[in-house]
């Protein structure tokens, strides 16, 4: 039994949703289908949220914008009349729903979390709405599930959360093994589950990765397919050097590294719940469908060039603490961390030493995070500087630690172009390297460093 998993990219127009519908048909496995919203649709709605400007016309330009995207999308999907009918009644009443929704925000003049990750989730509510209309228009018996409803229970983080995959898989193995005993093609909306509650949580931007592989684990697939408008991992960003090459083979730590700083291609917890259970994850490309994309599973190929990729960020800051004796003195790293954890932002890095503690987080957390510093009085903390004109650059390989000259040659090619390494963190992963530098040289050092691993 496989997990296909649709992405917005394979989701802008009818003519893609058919020819999803037709991948969906033409595979002969077991099979369970998890859907991101139509192209740009989240966007939509979180640009709307973020905007503040709630008021009755811009809900109503907001509802119609919203159908005639999916309205046109359906009547390019559908042939069949009925089907087409019921598809489109579906969409209004929903589209009525969230109306109300955006009037509640609107009078209560309160947008909460809990409402917010409601209302981002109607894209994949509707995508998933019309891919059932289409796959019946196929002759595929297609059901559509939607994903707080039956049990994708997480931790209740809202906007970030994760899955609690031991209770996802009690309550998804009855339920979906019932819908193929009836020959049903299940179809699943990625992006959230629900807290406890009932109430939907989001799994974070490009969440429905990481549903299907929740999904997959959950239900013990043999393999998670993510279908993508590319074949996969890169030896680098294509974007700042056209002859990039795609990496047929990953191992689960390389994929996470990757995903985890700098590539955008995978939701950085994607992985997580497939190396639990050693389930393979392949990207497919929809322009290519017959083409192997990436293949990221538990083998180690170790090679003698283990280096597969260069990832970069600068969507990065970092905060240093000073203080004489902060590395050794007991207790000072734990309260600096849950200071900030217990605000629900995430550290991504740490790296100490006798008289400085850095810290790597998302840029958008950055000021928060160095305000909650400033506000404890940590002892032996004597002075706090943030900064966000970084970048980071991550090599990636399996075995990069065990082979002697990998970093050197590294560093030697930016120091080559004058670019300064501020900061280094190597060891931490059997994967990966990790260093910073400032963000404008981020192009040039990443064209060198790809040079001499990959051209050389
Ligand atoms: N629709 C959501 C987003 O745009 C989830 C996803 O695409 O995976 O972030
Ligand atoms: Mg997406």
């Known amino acids: 039994m496989k997990v296909m998993k649709f992405g917005g990219s394979n989701l802008r127009s009818g003519k893609d949703f058919?020819?999803?519908?037709?991948?969906?048909?033409?595979?002969?496995?077991?099979?369970?289908?998890?859907?991101?919203?139509?192209?740009?649709?989240?966007?939509?709605?979180?640009?709307?949220?973020?905007?503040?400007?709630?008021?009755?016309?811009?809900?109503?330009?907001?509802?119609?914008?919203?159908?005639t995207i999916h309205l046109k999308i359906l009547k390019n999907a559908i042939e069949n009349n009925d089907l087409s009918i019921e598809v489109k009644t579906n969409i209004i009443s929903r589209l009525k729903k969230l109306e109300r929704l955006l009037h509640g925000v609107l009078y209560l003049k309160e947008l909460t979390d809990r409402t917010k990750d409601l209302i981002l989730s109607y894209g994949e509510r509707l995508s998933v709405s019309i891919m059932v209309g289409t796959l019946r228009d196929l002759e595929i018996n297609a059901v559509g599930l939607e994903s707080d409803n039956i049990g994708v229970i997480t931790d209740g983080?809202?906007?970030?959360?994760?899955?609690?995959l031991s209770t996802v898989e009690t309550n998804l193995k009855k339920q979906i093994n019932q819908i193929f005993k009836e020959e049903k093609t299940p179809i699943i909306t990625g992006f959230f589950g629900c807290n406890k509650n009932g109430d939907t949580t989001l799994f974070g931007r490009n969440g429905s990765d990481y549903s299907a592989s929740v999904i997959g684990?959950?239900?013990?697939?043999?393999?998670?397919?993510?279908?993508?408008?590319?074949?996969?991992?890169?030896?680098?960003?294509?974007?700042?050097?056209?002859?990039?090459?795609?990496?047929?083979?990953?191992?689960?730590?390389?994929?996470?590294?990757?995903?985890?700083?700098?590539?955008?291609?995978?939701?950085?917890?994607?992985?997580d719940p497939l190396i639990k259970k050693q389930i393979p994850l392949e990207i497919k490309n929809i322009n290519n469908p017959d083409a192997q994309g990436s293949i990221i599973n538990g083998k180690k190929n170790i090679g003698k060039k283990p280096v597969k990729s260069i990832a970069f960020t600068t969507d990065i800051a970092c905060i240093k603490i000073h203080g004489g004796g902060i590395g050794y003195k007991p207790g000072v790293l734990g309260e600096i961390v849950s200071n900030i954890?217990?605000?629900?932002?995430?550290?991504?890095?740490?790296?100490?030493?006798?008289?400085?503690?850095?810290?790597?987080?998302?840029?958008k957390y950055l000021q928060q995070s160095y305000n909650i510093l400033r506000s404890e009085k940590i002892s032996t903390v004597e002075n706090i500087e943030k900064n966000d004109e970084i970048a980071l650059i991550a090599i990636v390989g399996e075995g990069i630690n065990k082979q002697y000259g990998i970093a050197a040659r590294a560093f030697n090619v930016v120091a080559d172009k004058k670019i300064n390494i501020e900061m280094i963190s190597a060891g931490a992963s059997n994967a990966a390297y990790y260093f910073i530098i400032n963000q404008n040289q981020i192009n040039d050092a990443i064209k060198e460093i790809h040079r001499e691993f990959f051209n050389s």
């Open 18 to 67: 058919r020819s999803v519908a037709e991948i969906i048909k033409n595979e002969t496995d077991k099979k369970i289908i998890v859907l991101s919203g139509v192209y740009g649709v989240t966007d939509i709605l979180q640009r709307y949220l973020h905007n503040g400007k709630y008021a009755e016309k811009s809900i109503n330009n907001l509802i119609s914008k919203l159908q």
């Open 341 to 363: 954890s217990s605000k629900k932002i995430n550290i991504k890095s740490v790296i100490t030493s006798q008289t400085c503690i850095t810290l790597l987080l998302d840029k």
């Open 157 to 164: 983080n809202y906007g970030n959360a994760s899955a609690i």
């Open 217 to 271: 684990y959950a239900l013990d697939a043999d393999l998670v397919e993510i279908w993508k408008d590319v074949n996969g991992f890169m030896t680098v960003d294509p974007g700042i050097i056209k002859d990039a090459k795609t990496i047929d083979y990953l191992s689960y730590e390389e994929a996470a590294e990757l995903a985890y700083f700098g590539a955008k291609i995978l939701h950085p917890r994607t992985i």
